[in-house]
Every structure is written in structure tokens, then in C-alpha cells.
């Protein structure tokens, strides 16, 4: 079983940019896919983001595609999330996520970290 790290979670303006991370222990992932999800108090937890095992294949959700980018570095078991032009809709808790192929579908995923806050207000 894998174990996800997020870090880097924190109050940022509306139009700001942040970047989180996800160290992943416990076995070598780079085979695995990962992805991003977020959930904002009251709402159900949805899709960012996902990149396949060779990092070729990226899929993002439709309110951050254009403004989030997912990357990941085998080499350091890492992924990120590069998230620009912030809005207050991005609030919410995010979470990483690892399984067998890059999908939206959140079943797919067999490990989940503890998810990171990023809120975003003036």
C-alpha cells in the first residue's frame, strides 16, 4: 500500500498561482496513475485532475482546465499541481490520489493522502 504526502496548501488572492505537491511512499509508483481531486465545504468531492503512469496522458476537470496543469517526477515519487489564476471556487481541500489508469471516476483510485487546504480570498 502506498502512502500520499500533500503539502503546500495555504491563503492565496484571487488571481494568485500556488503549486502542491504529493510525495508518495511505501513502493514505487511510476507505473501508477495519480491524480488530484477537491472538496469544498458542502459539496461533494470532485475531479482536478489526473496524469497517467508515464506522464504522457493528462486529464483535467472543465472549470480548471486552461488554468491547472498536473506533472509528476518519478524519480522523486512527487506529483504537482500547478495552479494559476486562482479564483474563490477554487477553494476547497485537495487531495491526491493513486490507481490503476488516469480517470475522472474517483472508484478507480485505490490510495488517498489526507488532503492539503487551499483557500483563496482577498
Known amino acids: 500500500q502506498v502512502q500520499l504526502f500533500e503539502s503546500g496548501g495555504r491563503l492565496v488572492q484571487p488571481g494568485g498561482s500556488l503549486t502542491l505537491s504529493c510525495a508518495a511512499s511505501?513502493?514505487?509508483?511510476?507505473?501508477?496513475?495519480m491524480a488530484w481531486f477537491r472538496q469544498a465545504p458542502g459539496k461533494e468531492r470532485e475531479f482536478v485532475a489526473a496524469i497517467d503512469g508515464d506522464g504522457i496522458l493528462t486529464l483535467y476537470g472543465e472549470l480548471v482546465e486552461g488554468r491547472f496543469t498536473i506533472a509528476r517526477d518519478n524519480a522523486k515519487n512527487t506529483i504537482y499541481l500547478q495552479m494559476n489564476n486562482l479564483k474563490p471556487g477554487d477553494t476547497a481541500v485537495y487531495y491526491c490520489?493513486?490507481?490503476?489508469?488516469?480517470?475522472?471516476?474517483?472508484?478507480?483510485?485505490?490510495?488517498w493522502g489526507q488532503g492539503t487546504q487551499v483557500t483563496v480570498s482577498s
Open positions: 490520489a493513486t490507481g490503476p489508469r488516469a480517470s475522472y471516476r474517483q472508484n478507480l483510485y485505490d490510495d
Open positions: 511505501g513502493r514505487a509508483f511510476s507505473h501508477d496513475a
